[in-house]
DNA sequence: ATGGCTATGTAGCATAGA
């Protein structure tokens, strides 16, 4: 099985993109983020038409998740658990025998931010849920946009990111907290490439230098990890015109 | 170089992203 996770930064403007990438890449589920668009105008038929199944929560400008799959993505649920929230950033679902959660964790925007305190509160909340939910589903991967570098590697410039949102202690140790639930981070169960990264910023010609950070993740629950055979970044989609700020996430299993 | 670029909502710019 091949899932994917995807900051699209607008469905509207990468839907053309999304489907050459579906037809190439032929994953079997698709996790995406930043949507930007409200239920009513997902693109649901040109998805379909390409061979997918999809389930979605959106809202107006910011935000939204969905999650595409070739087969119909089963026992949907929204948000995270017992965190009342009204920005949609969360969408669950069965596909095959894999529970996959798609994660938009917020940006967090600086440390003496509310917008700060409100990702470590999320990723609490996102922690506590996540521990339950695994207990419940043996084979469970959460991937998406997670808004944090997990270690220095992950950083084109350490020093000059050190202590900043995306790098900070306390985020860092959010990330940690998920993987001492029993997940692994699926990218770093091979050798890879140095100066790995899935965001670049679209000024200063940050992807032609090399100016990026590694901030989407997949997740695998230890049995899902087992049996991890791949994972990558395709950092080619960030070639595209108009491309996305972000590349897709891949694991294979 | 606290700028740089992109997308959205909305009709000039403001907000957000990371």
Redesign the pocket.
């Known amino acids: 099985m091949k899932i994917a996770a995807w ?1 699209v ?6 839907l053309p993109q999304l489907l050459d990438w579906l037809a190439r890449e032929q994953p079997d589920a698709v996790c995406l ?2 949507t ?3 239920d009513h105008n997902f693109p649901l038929q040109d998805i379909e038409r390409s061979g997918y199944r999809a389930v979605f929560s959106g809202q ?4 939204g998740v969905a999650i595409l799959a070739r087969e119909s993505p089963l026992a949907v649920e929204h948000g995270v658990g017992g965190f009342v929230d009204a920005q949609k950033r969360v969408i669950s679902a069965t596909v095959k025998d894999v529970r996959l959660v798609c994660v ?1 964790v ?5 440390l003496d931010s509310d ?1 700060y305190r409100y990702k470590l509160d999320w990723l609490k909340a996102l922690s506590t849920w996540l521990d339950a939910e695994s207990k419940k589903h043996a084979r469970t991967a959460v991937l998406g ?1 997670f ?1 944090i570098a997990p270690e220095d590697r992950d950083v084109h410039d350490p020093k000059a990111w050190e202590g900043q ?2 790098c900070s202690p306390a985020e860092r140790a959010a990330f940690q907290g998920l993987i001492g639930l029993g997940f692994k981070d699926s990218f770093r169960l091979f050798d890879q490439p140095e100066k790995s990264f899935s ?1 670049w ?4 010609n940050a992807f032609q230098r090399k100016m990026g ?1 590694r ?1 989407d993740h997949i997740l695998l629950s230890d049995g899902l990890a087992r049996d991890c055979k791949s994972s990558r970044i395709d950092i080619e989609m960030r070639r595209n015109e ?1 491309p996305s ?2 590349a897709p996430v891949i694991a294979g299993f």
């Not at 930064?9 to 990468?14: F, Y």
């Not at 107006?60 to 935000?63: F, G, P, R, S």
């Open positions: 900051n930064n607008s469905l509207k403007v990468r983020q930043e930007k668009v409200e107006k400008t910011y935000n938009y917020p940006n967090g925007q600086s917008k946009d808004n949102v995306l965001w910023d679209y000024r200063m950070l901030i108009r700020d972000h």
